[in-house]
């Protein structure tokens, strides 16, 4: 199977490049950044392209049979607001009708936990947050993401192209989990998206899944790992600092307040990463 990446030079598209390529697949990387061809390193020759160009995506989804798209602005501050609320639409809807138009049997394509009403500055409906608790964007970055899905629904109505949009909760690289001791003295300080955290192998792993995964329509679906990013238990945070919100079902002890339930059953997608297991096991303090 032929795959066009897009975002392939981002944080999370190198990942997703090299893990589509260590399973078999035949990959296109495109990216408006990073060296072109071999330079990139990235195990398939990176195609430059600008995804606000209509013309550039038809180029680089021609001849593929799916598409993993992840170019986009990845979050909200890094451009103004009205930009990125033009880019991410421009992008997306020129991904989807390009697929449209090439006749692609896939698209699995980057939503995000924002869609769910990120920074939680007004409490959740209820927890933990699932699909339902949607939409509820507080930036044109979450606005940006909601219009896609829903331009997605359409476009796969229209074609009969099955698309799999992944709201993806806040992305960890190995090398970002020495950071996380730091957030477990203030347990206001990730409020923001209810502790949630997602490492980026298991997101390499959600759109693969999501490729190979036999799906109808355009389904949307929470991907974050099965824990919260705290040391302590889920129920301690929810009374800690969203003590009014009702919890729907009982929590495992430090359960994610992201609710995996949908892409389990629809992608068959289980975390396997945890900064519990990531983290270098600190040794106790020898007795002097
Ligand atoms: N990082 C996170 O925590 C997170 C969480 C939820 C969703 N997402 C989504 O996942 C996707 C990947 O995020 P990431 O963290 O790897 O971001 P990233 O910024 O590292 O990668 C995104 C890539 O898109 C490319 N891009 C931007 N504008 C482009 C354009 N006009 N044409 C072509 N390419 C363009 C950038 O050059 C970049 O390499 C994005 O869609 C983002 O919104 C990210």
């Known amino acids: ?26 990959v296109v990387a495109t990216d408006v950044a990073g060296p072109p061809g071999a330079d990139a390193g990235l195990g398939a020759d990176l ?27 990845p979050a909200p501050g ?3 607001a009205p930009e990125t609320l033009h880019q991410n639409s421009a992008m997306n809807g020129n991904v989807f009708l390009a697929a449209a ?51 997605a629904a359409h476009v796969s109505a229209w074609s009969g192209i099955p698309f799999v949009g992944l709201r ?8 970002d989990y020495a950071a996380v001791p730091g957030y477990w003295g203030d347990a206001r300080s990730r409020r923001w998206n209810a502790w949630g955290y997602v490492d980026v192998r298991d997101v390499a792993k959600a759109c693969r899944l999501a490729l190979e995964v036999e799906t109808t329509g355009s389904q949307n679906v ?6 919260t990013i705290m040391d302590r238990p889920t129920a ?15 929590l495992g002890e430090f359960e994610t307040l992201l609710a995996i339930d949908a892409a389990r059953e629809l992608l068959g997608y289980e975390p396997t990463h945890s900064w519990r297991t990531e983290l270098p096991t600190q040794e106790p303090p020898t007795p002097s």
């Open 78 to 80: 890094r451009a103004t």
């Open 236 to 250: 301690e945070l929810v009374a800690e600092v969203f003590p009014d919100v009702p919890l729907t079902r009982e």
């Open 1 to 26: 199977m032929r795959v066009t990446v897009t975002g392939a030079f981002g944080k999370a598209g190198r990942v997703v490049v090299e893990d589509l390529v260590a399973h078999g697949y035949d």
């Open 101 to 151: 138009r090439l006749g692609l049997r896939k698209v699995v394509w980057a939503s995000s936990e924002t869609t769910l009403g990120l920074p939680f500055d007004t409490p959740p409906r209820y927890l933990p947050v699932d699909e339902d608790h949607f939409p509820h964007p507080t930036t044109t970055y979450a606005l940006s993401k909601v219009l896609g899905e829903q331009t």
């Open 222 to 227: 929470i991907v974050a790992a099965a824990d």
């Open 47 to 73: 195609v430059i392209a600008d995804l606000t160009d209509y013309g550039q995506v038809v180029e680089v989804l021609a001849g593929s049979d799916a598409v993993v798209h992840l170019g986009n602005i």
């Open 168 to 175: 993806i909760s806040n992305i960890h690289r190995p090398q």
